[in-house]
Every structure is written in C-alpha cells, then in structure tokens.
C-alpha cells in the first residue's frame, strides 16, 4: 500500500511539474514575440535632429516636488540653470513637500542668485493625510505658473545642459501637446545599484519603443513636458487624486484620449535625465511596490495586459524553478531561463548603446533571478499590499 502512496505522489508531482513547464513555455514564447516587436520598434526610433535655425520661444515652467531631498537638490538645481537656453524663457517652482531636513533652506539660498527659482511649501496649502501629495503639490505649482508648458522633473536628477533647448526645438517642430523623454539610472558602483541600472534601462527602451510606435503610453515623471492648457483640459488629476502613485503614465493616458495623435518621445541622448537609484535593497523594493501600485488603473488596458503577461511569466519561472528544486530536476528551468535571458539581451542591446550603458550589460544574466523574484513579490504587494515612500506609509 505504502509503495502505491508512493508511486502516486510522484506521478502527481511529476505532472505539476510538466504542467507548470508547458504553461511556462507558452508564457515565454509569447513574450518573447512582445520583447522582440518592442525591438523593432526601437530600432524604427530616428534620433531627433533640432532645427538650428529655430529661435527659442518655448516658456517652460519646470515643477520640482521635493521632500527631504537636501543632498540632491543643489545639483539638480545647478544643472538646470547651467542650459543653454534664454533664462527669461524659463522658471523653476520648488514644492516643499513637508521636508525635515534643510532642503528648504538650499533653494532659498539659490533664489538670491536666480529669479526665476520659486520655492513654495505644501504645508502652507494642505493639511497631512493625503495619500497622493506629490499629485497636490504638483496641481498648487502649476497654479502658480507663467509658462505655457509645464516640465515635470524629480530634486534628485540632473539634466544636461541641452534639455531646455532641445524640448523647444522638439514641441516647434511636430505641434505636440505632451512628450516623453529619456531617463536613465546613475550607476553608483554598488550591486544593487547596477541592478537598478539595467532593469530601470529595459523600462526606459520598452517606454521608448512604445510612444514612438504610437502603441501604448508610457513615460517617468522625471522628465516629461506637457502643454498647461491640455493639463487643464482633462480636468489637472481629478479621478487619479486618490492614486498614491501615476502623476506621469496615468495623467499621459487622459492626455491621449483627449488629444489623440498628440503625444511623442523626444530621442536623443541630449535630452536624456540621469536620476539616482535607490540606495539599498529595501527602499528598492518599495519604489517598484509604489509603481505596480497603479497597474490596474491604466485606461489603456493593453499595458495591463503587457504586465501581466510579464508578471506570469516570472510567476511561472519561479514555480518552475520551485517544483524543479524538490523533484531534483532543474533542467528545464534553466533552459527556459537561458531563453529568456537571451531574448532581452538581444532587445537590450541597441537600448543600452542609446543610454550609454553598454558595458553593464555582461552582469544581466546574473541578476535574472534576483529580477524574477522581485518582479513576483513588487507585484503582489503593489495590489495587496501597503508601502512606505519619503517616510510615510502609503496605500
């Protein structure tokens, strides 16, 4: 009886583990096909060339949200002053956001030097409790504001000294009333920082390929332009003001579906913001926590569907590699492993000579399964979940 008990237990494990490996292999290959049309078309990507005779005309309001953020802020605020662009064409509004370090004090004591810096407070407008501030203090800033478009960037990133000139050129030139451009991680040395580097790259080449192809909306609210009047026009982020998380892709897709045809990615490597990456494994963790927050509020349902896609293929690879573990037979984890890993690379590739960031790419195989295992818990926390952000506690 014992020996029947037994041969039933591995034919039941053997055929969840075939199971599990058929499902996976479905799952991949239709990623795969996803990954490579993303290739294609970034590879369809020509990189924007300004018309050097066009004036400046451009008034750009650039809105800073900033929270604790003393170690960051002076850089960022140096970089943008350094463009080269009119300085009567542009101002820079600082939001406070409730800091207890001395980032109020930094900004302050640039605006003796440079007019067009404004700082506000958040607290001076609202009380705490919100669960989306940095969407509030973003609205209070461009109330506040005299240009026409309004560019959205983050107090720890710097820009090059072409940006300004660069969105000018790009919004004279195609009429558009929002546009997404490049950001990329700044490598710090450290492995976790490394990882974030080439995950952050994918993200970015996926945004790249997708808004250029007119396929879906994405974008990073650490450098992104819109026109004032359109943000007004979809009603500024009534139905989002609740979302912690998506005062960029989810405030692009009202955009889209009030202005079709009207969005585009800036490419070139001059308009491109490097930002920093979290600085431990923790703070990582709950950062993609906060972005997998928003995925089930896209109106464009095919990038849920794009993530979804995503999170069972990790899902599946991770049971795989689960049931393989206690049946002693890893062999077809590793070979679906070694196909995924490929397949990326190969998209990876042209993206990573864009950001100039080819030379990381030797260590991605080896951070695949760090990748699978985040991807599957970031996931289901940022449904199921809470998270801490800037030292609160957020749903």
């Not at 007119?214 to 989002?240: P, R």
Request: charged content about 15%; some cysteine.
């Amino acid at each position: 009886m014992g020996g029947v008990n037994r041969f039933a237990e591995i034919a039941v494990s053997l055929f969840m583990l075939n199971t599990v490996f058929y499902i996976t292999v479905g799952l991949i290959n239709a990623y795969a096909l996803l990954i490579l049309l993303y290739r294609r078309w970034f590879l369809l990507l020509e990189l924007f060339e300004p018309n050097k005779a066009l004036k400046a005309q451009t008034f750009f309001s650039i809105v800073i949200p900033a929270r604790d953020e003393q170690a960051n802020i002076g850089a960022c605020l140096a970089t943008i002053l350094a463009n080269n662009y009119p300085s009567h064409l542009y101002e820079i509004i600082v939001i406070n956001d409730h800091s207890t370090d001395q980032t109020a004090a930094i900004v302050e004591k640039w605006q003796q030097d440079y007019p067009q810096l404004k700082l506000m407070h958040l607290a001076d407008h609202i009380e705490p409790g919100l669960n989306a501030y940095k969407k509030k203090a973003i609205e209070l800033a461009i109330a506040k504001t005299k240009g026409d478009w309004i560019v959205s960037t983050d107090a720890d990133c710097v820009v090059s000294t072409t940006w300004l000139s660069l969105l000018d050129a790009y919004i004279q030139k195609t009429g558009l009333v929002f546009v997404a451009a490049p950001v990329k991680f700044t490598n710090m040395g450290s492995f976790v920082s490394l990882f974030q580097v080439l995950d952050f790259m994918s993200l970015q080449g996926i945004t790249a390929a997708a808004v250029g192809a007119g396929a879906h909306s994405m974008c990073n609210g650490a450098n992104l332009a819109y026109e004032k009047k359109a943000f007004y026009a979809v009603g500024q982020f009534a139905g989002i003001d609740q979302i912690a998380s998506g005062d960029d892709m989810l405030l692009m897709q009202k955009i889209k579906q009030a202005f079709p045809g009207k969005l585009g990615f800036l490419f070139h490597q001059g308009a491109i913001v490097s930002t920093l990456p979290m600085p431990n494994w923790k703070q990582f963790i709950n950062q993609r926590i906060r972005w997998a927050s928003k995925a089930t509020h896209y109106q464009d349902k095919r990038i849920f569907w794009v993530l979804l896609l995503v999170y069972l293929v990790n899902l599946s690879l991770l049971l795989l590699f689960i049931l393989g573990f206690f049946k002693g037979e890893l062999s077809q984890f590793f070979n679906l492993l070694i196909f995924k890993t490929g397949v990326e690379l190969f998209f990876l590739y042209p993206v990573s000579r864009f950001f100039g960031q080819t030379a990381q790419l030797i260590y991605f195989p080896i951070m695949q399964p760090i990748h699978i295992c985040y991807t599957v818990i970031a996931g289901w926390l940022g449904k199921f979940g809470n998270y801490q952000w800037k030292g609160r506690n957020t749903k």
